[in-house]
């Protein structure tokens, strides 16, 4: 891939749950530009070791943008095309939980110009390998605070539910023994508090899904030199007592989670009281 080639592709990561999925939808909006669902299948790499993962990560992204300027299919996270802006559907199955709608499979869109912008979105994938990554390409971290993140993780059926986080523990053997004992919610605070450290590590530029919100999506294209106007909403949701004690009794850990996270303490306690107020 040329240096040219690679200017014109961009990644995106981000805390699941943290709107990375509707950032890709309001790039999709944008003229001369293309954002991706999770293109790439983590358990498809061969290799655990992080070089020999980025060689082959780069080999694949360099095909995807091969595939599209010719007009040819592509696997994407959701066969359903490149309209998704939640990954997570409703509707609660048989656990109570809100189940995943996006299905994997083969998209083939109309063929892009050589100088339309490709991001390329994963979450823990790209996170496990910023590093390396940043090398080659611009990285953006989109960053929630962890009262919606957390409760979120509590109520979608994701292995984050579960305290699991596969292709970040596939790269990292710490965070793979890290997150093999504990209760659930202590491995899914571990999970929020690698995401972060990931992010300061690799410098990153991060963007608040909040900030995303309310400047109606120009926080996000500004941090990625975009111009463009559109218009959002968000969907308020509200979470059971038991859900919601889960948070207050571990108040001064997720308190410190978000303060790392670039959250102010008050935002934080607002953010918990409103879900307490709407219970």
């Known amino acids: 891939m040329t240096q040219t080639q690679s200017s014109l592709i961009k990644l995106i990561t981000g805390i699941p749950r943290s709107g990375t ?20 299948d983590p358990q498809k790499l061969t290799s655990t070791e992080s070089h020999l993962a980025v060689q082959a990560l780069t080999q694949q992204i360099s095909m995807i943008r091969q595939s599209l300027e010719s007009n040819r299919p592509i696997e ?44 390329v979105k994963q979450n823990a994938l790209f996170t496990a390998l910023a590093m390396e990554l940043k090398r080659q390409y611009s990285v953006i971290a989109i960053v929630r605070n962890p009262v919606d993140v957390l409760l979120s993780w509590m109520t979608v059926d994701l292995p984050v539910n579960r305290g699991r986080l596969p292709a ?55 941090a990625l ?40 303490g008050d935002f934080l306690n607002k953010r918990l009281a409103h879900h307490l107020s709407s219970n």
């Open 168 to 222: 970040g523990e596939k790269f990292d053997t710490k965070l793979a023994k890290e997150l093999s004992q504990g209760s659930v919610l202590e491995r899914q605070i571990a999970i929020y508090r690698w995401f972060i450290e990931k992010f300061k590590q690799a410098h990153l530029c991060q963007v608040h899904y909040e900030d995303i919100i309310e400047s109606n999506g120009q926080a996000l294209y500004s």
């Open 225 to 264: 030199d975009i111009e463009h106007i559109t218009s959002l909403s968000q969907i308020e949701r509200t979470f059971s007592p038991s859900t919601l004690s889960q948070l207050e009794n571990n108040w001064s850990q997720i308190l410190s989670l978000g303060i790392d996270a670039g959250y102010t």
């Open 76 to 119: 994407h996270g959701d066969k359903a095309g490149i309209a998704l802006d939640n990954p997570v559907g409703n509707k609660a199955n048989e656990k109570g939980l809100r189940s995943l709608k996006a299905s994997r499979g083969k998209i083939t869109l109309p063929a892009i110009d050589k100088s339309t912008q490709l991001f």
């Open 21 to 40: 999925t509707l950032c890709c939808n309001l790039l999709n909006q944008c003229d001369n530009t293309l954002a991706l669902h999770e293109p790439i």
